[in-house]
């Protein structure tokens, strides 16, 4: 799940200042480029970071992004370990605290509560697919316990004596999918295809991050295009940008960053790929692309899509070190594209990789959060990943704190690794029919399930419904108002929160939730916006945010 996870849960926040200061002064020397690699090479084995193989690789596979950056010391080590290693570290980097985005002059329309729509009306089905972390180089029967951030690998050697290798279909032990897992998903969905749309919400590479190419990521984002075309060719698909598709993971530069470090590379693999190739999206929704990785489709009449960029607001992307104000304008932009849809009367479905609350920059997840307050009835649904579980975020009235008016879904992982059973979600959303409402909420969502253990086991995988989370949860339905009565539930009826903690997991649960766990997940259930004290504190609870 983690892209530094050993390294995140190993790291203090003395040691990561030390470190970011260290390299700080190297850059500054008269050393060579190639020496100061050398020498954070050695510094990496010898303080036992991480593997010889992963420092060697990873050093000099974050060189570029790391000289970019320091060289110009637009950021100090306490504002970078506080990004990495949250608020009890450090005051995180916050180059423009104030910024603000300009909200257009028009006057924001009535809230209207959306009925449910008759019995027996017609339901558009959608299927979420996240965070799939395609590992080609996943081995079975091979170490699942390297050492490394990822294992079950072909160069990972056997297992130790009397230790289970890697497992046929998987393996929970820090492994990523094997591509008989993909292949299986999808013919499972192609078999009981009753839906209508996929959104795909990013991360395709495995987390070999110390040792990723650009024709890698190229290369993994054509192979998981490729498997969806063949399986489900008449499938309207709409992609999202995840973190691990940049290269080193998490560097997505803004378009002031030009020359070797540009994005470019990524942005004309998508237009290719996607506009050009499998035509999931028209060819208009190219510039936006080449400008910064987000687009805006109509999907059905009355349906638009918005895909977002999220590492434009992600706190692992050392890029925004330089300025972190709107980057690429794409919150200006979505800004304009909101106004459109409500003026046209149309729908919106946003989606993204990061969540914006928790793992977004403070002042891009505020203003985003603004925009959601401001368009509450135009945008009827938010579908998140990265995080490999499955939970959510629940947005509130900015003057009030106190009236629920969106929330945004946040999908499990297709990749076991994360201490996770794979899983794949179905939302059901009002029909594309004579007077449809697009309800204003999702009408339900079931999320289905791989166990990997009893697959391996029996070497029959089949994907299982674990849940409907309005049978789940007692939901009269899945508005907002709902979600925040489940939430208040949720701190009261253990019984309840032990299903939900269940479903965290994707029935993968490995460890118990003690007082202060509790505490600090429902209080993330309440942040749609990043660094926000006003309804409770992780902090206080100990909730660091990590980089995935």
């Known amino acids: 799940m983690v892209s530094y996870s050993k390294f995140s849960s190993s790291l203090t926040c003395d040691a990561c200042k030390i470190l970011v200061k260290g390299l700080d002064d190297l850059i500054q020397s008269n050393l060579t480029e190639a020496e100061i690699v050398d020498i954070a090479t050695v510094v990496c084995i010898a303080a036992k970071i991480e593997s010889e193989r992963v420092c060697r690789y990873g050093v000099r596979e974050f060189k570029d992004e790391v000289f970019g950056v320091l060289v110009g010391h637009y950021a100090s080590p306490d504002q970078i370990c506080g990004s990495i290693l949250g608020d009890s570290c450090a005051v995180p980097y916050d180059p423009n605290s104030d910024w603000n985005i300009t909200l257009l002059n028009t006057t924001k329309p009535p809230v209207v509560v959306p009925k449910p729509p008759k019995s027996g009306s017609p339901v558009v089905k959608i299927v979420q697919l996240s965070d799939i972390h395609y590992d080609r180089m996943y081995l079975e029967g091979s170490n699942a316990e390297c050492g490394e951030p990822i294992c079950c690998r072909s160069n990972d050697g056997q297992p130790a004596p009397g230790v289970p290798g890697a497992g046929k279909w998987g393996d929970h032990r820090g492994c990523d999918a094997p591509l008989r897992l993909i292949e299986n998903l999808l013919q499972h969905l192609a078999k009981n295809q009753e839906f209508h749309i996929i959104y795909l919400t990013g991360d395709f590479p495995a987390h070999d991050v110390w040792n990723q190419t650009r024709n890698d990521q190229i290369s993994v984002l054509k192979d998981i295009t490729n498997l969806l075309l063949k399986y489900l060719p008449t499938v309207k698909v709409y992609p999202a940008l995840g973190n691990h598709e940049g290269v080193p993971v998490n ?56 895909s977002l960029n999220m590492n434009m607001c992600g706190k692992g992307n050392w890029w925004l070190y330089i300025n972190e ?11 304009n594209v909101l106004q459109k849809a409500e003026d046209n009367k149309e729908k919106v479905h946003i989606l993204g990789h990061i969540p914006p609350g928790g ?97 391996n086991l029996t070497d029959k995988p089949v994907w299982k419904l674990e849940y409907s989370a309005k049978m789940a949860y007692g939901m009269s339905s899945l508005l907002p108002s709902e979600w925040n009565n489940v939430v208040n539930k949720l701190e009261n009826d253990n019984a309840l929160f032990q299903k939900y903690y269940q479903y965290y997991f994707k029935s993968y649960v490995t ?3 003690d007082t202060k766990c509790k505490a600090k997940m429902i209080c993330s259930l309440k942040k749609g916006r990043s660094h926000d004290k006003t309804l409770c504190d992780e902090e206080e609870y100990g909730l660091q945010y990590m980089v995935c």
């Open 511 to 513: 460890s118990a939730c």
């Open 251 to 306: 560097a997505f530069p803004p378009p002031y960053v030009t020359g070797k470090n540009s994005g470019e590379w990524l942005y004309q693999t998508m237009v290719t790929e996607w506009i050009s190739s499998a035509k999931w999206l028209p060819s208009d929704a190219q510039d936006d692309i080449m400008r910064g990785g987000y687009y805006s489709t109509l999907a059905m009449p009355g349906l638009r899509v918005v």
């Open 359 to 455: 793992t977004c920059l403070k002042a891009w997840s505020w203003n985003y959060y603004r925009i959601v307050n401001r368009y509450e009835n135009t945008i009827t649904g938010q579908f998140f990943g990265h995080k490999h579980k499955d939970t959510f975020e629940i947005f509130y009235d900015e003057k009030t704190m106190s009236r629920p008016l969106s929330v945004d879904y946040i999908a499990g992982s297709v990749t076991p690794n994360g201490q996770v059973n794979p899983s794949y979600r179905v939302y059901e959303v009002d029909g594309n029919y004579t007077g449809t409402s697009w309800l204003q909420m999702i009408l339900d969502h079931q999320t289905y399930i791989l166990y990997i253990t009893e697959a």
């Open 325 to 335: 104000t709107d980057p690429a304008g794409q919150l200006q932009w979505l800004i």
